[in-house]
């Protein structure tokens, strides 16, 4: 069965601080994908990331950076110098498909103070 | 604005009653994606249409059905509801049909379903 877990229900940080959030996922397949996704205080989902099992290079957007490590079945996302607009609830995901057939993560709500 | 709709944004309903979810994609994008996401069960991918075919099917009760129609909106209907109902439903579109590895995708704004 597969099964993504989010230890971290929430995270405070304070502006400015690095801030890394964990993934850790279940899957008997070889090939699948993983995601993450941002929900903001205002409700919506906006689609951060997806990564192939074959492609293990770390992934780096702005500010944000992706560690994709098999041997220890993790997909950690690290927001650095984190800003007041980071703060949302983050959902770590995964896939057997390649598409967006996608099993969540109960979410990570990350605070950052001003 | 991610250019995808949904309408409408509220709806409260009774038990037992029947709702239908709207939602108008990305121009352009082809598949239409539907989650659920309640307190109780979190976010859930319920089904893909992909050009008016359905390609995959998630935690989707047999009291709910979709359709993707040929100008390539999309409905959820919902039946028979129940408190459990209750939760913010998504819509989402990409280009692809799955596994087009650049692939983005885009979500509408939700619609709220408050079963009473």
Known sequence: AQKVTQAQTEISVVEKEDVTLDCVYETR???????????????ELVFLIRRNSFDEQN?????????????????????????????AVYFCALSNTGGFKTIFGAGTRLFVKA | DSGV??????????TGQRVTLRCSPRSG?????WYQQSLD????????YYNGEERAKGNILERFSAQQFPD?????NLSSLELGDSALYFCASSVAPDSYYTDTQYFGPGTRLTVL
């Open chain 1, 59 to 87: 992934e780096i957007s702005g500010r944000y950076s992706w560690n994709f490590q098999k041997s220890t079945s993790s997909f950690n996302f690290t927001i650095t110098a984190s800003q007041v607009v980071d703060s």
């Open chain 2, 5 to 14: 709709t949904q309408t409408p944004k509220h709806l409260i309903t009774a």
């Open chain 1, 29 to 43: 397949d070889t090939t699948y994908y993983l995601f993450w996704y941002k929900q903001p205080p205002s409700g």
């Open chain 2, 41 to 48: 069960q979190g976010l859930q991918f319920l089904i893909h």
């Open chain 2, 72 to 76: 390539l909106h999309s409905e959820l």
């Open chain 2, 29 to 33: 994008d082809l598949s239409v994606y």
